[in-house]
């Protein structure tokens, strides 16, 4: 079975609103850490990343936070504006290359 | 081009057919992967270059699927015998270095269609 998943397919979240998309992976010797954005009909376009070090990174609007205890790792975007409708994918390395991807969260920003 | 260029955007295709799709990197990225999605699916692994050589296939569904990567830069991923299983969106991605020391960039794709 997969290593990483998400909790729930669909978020629903009103425009200004913040966000938190979840993330539960398997593999405890996952060291690196990845959020992914996709839109329709595009590639995953890279957003923020985490080491296993670490347990909070801040980018622009976006924190990713990381529970090694339990295994979660979560995204957090402050004030969702439209342009944050897509698909979120968390993804951890696969050994020393690669990464798997989780199914994803549709993140759907309400006007 | 500034990023990864997948060509064709699209293939259909009829079942027993062969296929290529072409993926060209950032140029100076050594790292190559392919992966493949399904509907409503995260990407999943297929295979990864470092250079020229296959690091890592063991993602590669069986032996219809190849790729190859012979000067280090362009890659194209070949199918043969399709069949309607193997319709998805085929990803491309690069990085400098390996994955677990960066970020990979990703191309927009090629949508595969088995009829």
């Known amino acids: 079975g997969e290593s990483v998943g998400l909790h729930l397919p669909t978020l629903s979240v009103q425009e200004g609103d913040n966000s938190i998309i979840n993330c539960a992976y398997s593999?405890?010797?996952?060291?690196?850490f990845i959020w992914y954005k996709q839109e329709s009909g595009k590639g995953p376009q890279f957003i923020i990343d985490?080491?296993?070090?670490?347990d909070k990174r801040q980018g622009q609007r976006v924190t990713v936070l990381l529970n090694k205890t339990v295994k979660h790792l979560s995204l957090q975007i402050a004030a969702t504006q439209p342009g944050d409708s897509a698909v979120y994918f968390c993804?951890?390395?696969?050994?020393?290359?690669?990464?798997?991807f989780g199914k994803g969260t549709h993140l759907i920003i309400q006007p | 081009g500034a990023g990864v260029s997948q060509t064709p955007s699209n293939k259909v295709t009829e079942k027993g057919k062969y296929v290529e799709l072409r993926c060209d990197p950032i140029?100076?990225?050594?790292?190559l992967y392919w992966y493949r999605q399904s509907l409503g699916q995260g990407p999943e692994f297929l295979i990864y270059?470092?250079?020229?050589?296959?690091?890592?296939d063991s993602g590669l569904p069986n032996d219809r699927f190849f790729a190859v990567r012979p000067e280090g830069s362009v890659s194209t991923l070949k199918i043969q015998r399709t069949e309607r299983g193997d319709s998805a969106v085929y990803l491309c991605?690069?990085?400098?270095?390996?994955?677990?020391?960066?970020?990979?960039?990703f191309g927009e794709g090629s949508r595969l269609t088995v009829l």
């Open positions: 985490i080491r296993s070090n670490m």
């Open positions: 270059f470092q250079g020229t050589g296959a690091a890592d």
């Open positions: 593999n405890s010797a996952s060291d690196y």
């Open positions: 993804a951890e390395t696969r050994g020393a290359d690669g990464l798997t």
């Open positions: 140029s100076g990225h050594t790292a």
């Open positions: 991605a690069s990085s400098r270095l390996a994955a677990n020391t960066g970020e990979l960039f």
